[in-house]
């Protein structure tokens, strides 16, 4: 029964690598969004897809591109991985302009 | 430049008590602001939203107030419960479509 679901939970990896992170939402809502939490508890939006298409777009390095195949996927793809990508990335859905849903995150680490 | 501040990292109180925490934001203008629960490990929960022409929300236990002059909204949980300790984030809507800008959060703790 999970709302918004994220794989995988954690992710270890060597700087340089390129890695994905999955996420789903089952609420049948027409926005996505990705947030970063970083290790000062921030967390700042990224990215946001309504209905498959881009709205929002944060001042975010091109390595990070999101791909939404349809309104109930939205996947991060990262390039080249470097030590300051390592936080907890977070996926969330609403209704519209209507609260956010979130998943419960992907760790990231940075080797 | 545009800034939220929570008002404490950490925030301790005794069972039974009322706990405020607060959020001040300046060179916004809100349309709505929410409030968050995060527990560890998790992600964040919508508790709360009140719009900029609302001075005050309530759901049960909680109540938000909004003074949008001071720039700044007010977060109560009366009759607090150690289940209530998590971090509590305020969120302001800052234009474009539903783009919400995340304070750091304060965490509450509430002891038996």
């Known amino acids: 029964d999970t709302a918004v679901s994220q794989t995988p939970k954690y992710l270890v990896t060597q700087m340089g690598n390129d890695k994905s992170i999955k996420c789903e939402q089952n609420?049948?809502?027409?926005?996505m969004y990705w947030y970063k939490q970083d290790s000062k508890k921030f967390l700042k939006i990224m990215f946001s897809y309504n209905n498959k298409e881009l709205i929002i777009n944060e001042t975010v390095p091109n390595r990070f591109s999101p791909k939404s195949p349809d309104k109930a996927h939205l996947n991060l793809h990262i390039n080249s991985l470097e030590l300051g990508d390592s936080a907890v990335y977070f996926c969330?859905?609403?209704?519209?302009?209507?609260?956010?849903?979130f998943g419960d995150g992907t760790r990231l680490s940075i080797l | 430049s545009q800034k939220i501040e929570q008002n404490s990292e950490a925030l301790n109180i005794q069972e039974g008590k009322t706990a405020t925490l607060t959020c001040n934001y300046t060179?916004?203008?809100?349309?709505?602001l929410q409030w968050y629960r995060q527990d560890p490990g998790r992600g964040p929960v919508f508790l709360l939203l009140?719009?900029?022409?609302?001075k005050e929300k309530r759901k049960e236990r909680l109540k938000v107030t909004f003074d949008t002059t001071l720039k700044q909204s007010l977060f109560h949980i009366t009759a607090s419960q150690p289940a209530d300790s998590a971090t509590y984030l305020c969120a302001l809507h800052s234009g474009g479509y539903n783009k919400l800008i995340f304070g750091a959060g304060t965490r509450l703790a509430v002891h038996p």
């Open positions: 969330a859905s609403s209704p519209g302009g209507q609260p956010q849903h």
């Open positions: 609420l049948g809502h027409d926005t």
């Open positions: 060179n916004y203008s809100p349309a709505y």
């Open positions: 009140i719009r900029e022409n609302e």
